[in-house]
Structures are given as structure tokens and as C-alpha cells.
T-cell receptor
Framework: DAGVTQSPTHLIKTRGQQVTLRCSPK?????VSWYQQALGQGPQFIFQ???????QRGNFPDRFSGHQFPNYSSELNVNALLLGDSALYLC?????????????FGQGTRLTVV | AQKITQTQPGMFVQEKEAVTLDCTYD???????LFWYKQPSSGEMIFLIY??????QNATEGRYSLNFQKARKSANLVISASQLGDSAMYFC??????????FGKGTRLHILP
């Protein structure tokens, strides 16, 4: 059984460009959350998707948007990239309503903005 | 405010010794979950152990145990008989029903041979 898979693993973009990151949740999980982890910091919550809707959102600007598909996979889109968006982006999947007790994380996408 | 504090940025421990990683938290919610994750240099966040706020017994998972002191809002991780493969970043985290996971800043653990 595959766990949470993210693609791509590494990405280099130029300031002002747009980027899309992808996440496939663990089998049986219907909730996907995205986190941004800057170098030397703990992950910061971006948003959470369940039933194809954004359910919770952290303190991130509207440049960060997402989508969840009927098969529960998800995308994170970032527009007008800034140098400060360089980070490891982690996707976590879990079954809805279990307080993340069965949350699993992907290996992350390392985004570098130059 | 909901917050996780890890006061040890880095620790060096001799192989086979036990190690305690400190974590304190702040919340006014009565129902919450506490986690510890391990993050090796590859980046993946690996779940280690979970403690629910209503659980009276301390959680244990193999060599990992969580020393939960609710009145002190403390959730320290204890790793017994440390191994070289335990070298990694360790994050304490807190979650609420159907909500985000809040992470601390982490502790980098180095196991010395």
C-alpha cells in the first residue's frame, strides 16, 4: 500500500512565476492538508481539503490556493512566487474526523525560488 | 493562543543512552492530541507517537514513550537505548478535532558512536 506521494520532489522557479505541487493521499484517506516548512523551522499549516472544499486555512496570502479532486488527490498552487516562498512543502493525508491520529506525510516537494 | 515550545535546538547523546526531548504546549481547549514526529534529512515527517488529552496512561511505542504531564502542559519524548539511526530533527506537535497540526520549532538530535 503506497503512502502519501508528492510530485515533483524538487523544483526551481523564477520570481513571479506560478507553480503547482501535487499530492496523492494514502489509500482510504479523504482529507489532505498542506504545510510549508522553511529552512530550520517547523512546518506551518497552509490549508486543509475535505470533500473537495477548503475547510481550514492558515495565515497565508491568497497567492496560495488549492484544489482537491474526486479521487481525494490534491494540488497546491502558488502564484507570483517570491524568494520567501522557497521551502519544503509537505502534504499530509488523514481520515476525516480522527484528529489527525492517523495522519501520514509525504516526502515533500523542495521548492527553490531564484 | 495555541503554541508548542521546544527549548532544545540541538542535543548530543552517546549511543545506547536514553534521551529526553522537551516539549511544552499552550491551549485552552480541553480536547487535543499531542504528537511527536521524526524528520530525517530526506524531509519526510515520520509519525512516532500520539497522546490524547483524555488518555490517563502515557503512550508508548517500542523505544518511544511520551511523558505526559497535563497539569504542567508538558509532553516530553523519551527514547530508550538510542541508536545511530535516531539522529534527525524531532518535532512536537498538537492537533485539535478536524483542525490543523501545530508544530514546534524542533530539536536536532545527534547520536554519537
Amino acid at each position: 500500500d503506497a503512502g502519501v506521494t508528492q510530485s515533483p520532489t524538487h523544483l526551481i522557479k523564477t520570481r513571479g512565476q506560478q507553480v503547482t505541487l501535487r499530492c496523492s493521499p494514502k489509500s482510504g484517506h479523504d482529507t489532505v492538508s498542506w504545510y510549508q516548512q522553511a529552512l530550520g523551522q517547523g512546518p506551518q499549516f497552509i490549508f486543509q481539503y475535505y470533500e473537495e472544499e477548503e475547510r481550514q486555512r492558515g495565515n497565508f496570502p491568497d497567492r496560495f490556493s488549492g484544489h482537491q479532486f474526486p479521487n481525494y488527490s490534491s494540488e497546491l498552487n502558488v502564484n507570483a512566487l517570491l524568494l520567501g516562498d522557497s521551502a519544503l512543502y509537505l502534504c499530509a493525508s488523514s481520515p476525516w474526523g480522527l484528529m489527525n491520529t492517523e495522519a501520514f506525510f509525504g516526502q515533500g516537494t523542495r521548492l527553490t525560488v531564484v | 493562543a495555541q503554541k508548542i515550545t521546544q527549548t532544545q535546538p540541538g542535543m548530543f547523546v552517546q549511543e545506547k543512552e536514553a534521551v529526553t526531548l522537551d516539549c511544552t504546549y499552550d491551549t485552552s481547549d480541553q480536547s487535543y492530541g499531542l504528537f511527536w514526529y521524526k524528520q530525517p534529512s530526506s524531509g519526510e515527517m515520520i509519525f512516532l507517537i500520539y497522546q490524547g488529552s483524555y488518555d490517563e496512561q502515557n503512550a508508548t511505542e517500542g523505544r518511544y514513550s511520551l511523558n505526559f504531564q497535563k497539569a504542567r502542559k508538558s509532553a516530553n519524548l523519551v527514547i530508550s537505548a538510542s541508536q545511530l539511526g535516531d539522529s534527525a530533527m524531532y518535532f512536537c506537535a498538537m492537533s485539535f478535532r478536524d483542525d490543523k497540526i501545530i508544530f514546534g520549532k524542533g530539536t536536532r538530535l545527534h547520536i554519537l558512536p
